[in-house]
């Protein structure tokens, strides 16, 4: 009797062992912006409360990726995918995309985390191909802000005089 392993284990720098249901895998049929040898991805839930999934290299377990969703912090964010791309994709239907941001979350400063709206990574989770797409024509920002900047506390003072 053979068994059908469904799962593969990855020893990642950032997570330790990790196990990845093989249909999560996708392949990206572009690769992401600097990272053109790498074309296998996953998705990893480190912590399932926070907001932050990590878009995990299964070609390089050093390289993982924050990434989040818009709605998660209330953004309207809704653009076109050009026909080209969707193409590319396979996409027959907006039901099959998924869409994330990679995120910038300065260690020194998580309140400054930003997230590239201006490249999302776009999967379809029925041929699980994916690609990072660059907005034409759009006034979407590479570093958008997730969170409101907050006064200092010398400018609070300041302001309190």
């Known amino acids: 009797m053979t068994e059908n392993i469904t799962t593969v284990k ?20 572009c690769p992401i912006i600097g990272f053109n040898d790498l074309k296998q991805y996953t998705i990893i839930d ?9 878009l995990q290299s299964m ?60 490249a999302p990574v776009v999967i379809n989770i029925v041929n699980k191909k994916a690609m990072q797409i660059i907005l034409r024509n759009s006034n979407f920002e590479v570093r958008h802000r997730l969170f409101e900047k907050k006064e200092d506390d010398s400018t609070a003072k300041e302001a309190g005089k």
């Not at 480190?46 to 907001?51: E, I, M, Q």
């Not at 818009?70 to 396979?90: H, N, R, T, V």
């Not at 996409?91 to 995120?103: G, L, Q, Y």
């Open 10 to 29: 990855i020893n990642t720098t950032k997570f330790g062992e990790v196990e990845v249901d093989k249909n999560s895998i996708f392949d990206f049929v």
């Open 46 to 54: 480190y912590k399932p409360d926070s907001p932050f999934k990590w």
């Open 59 to 118: 070609e390089d377990m050093d390289l993982a990726f924050p990434v989040t969703l818009c709605s998660f912090f209330g953004i309207d964010y809704q653009f076109d995918i050009p026909d080209d791309e969707a193409q590319k994709l396979g996409i027959e239907s907006a039901d099959d995309v998924f869409v994330c941001n990679i995120a910038n979350i300065p260690s020194s400063n998580p309140q400054g985390a930003t997230i590239n709206m201006l």
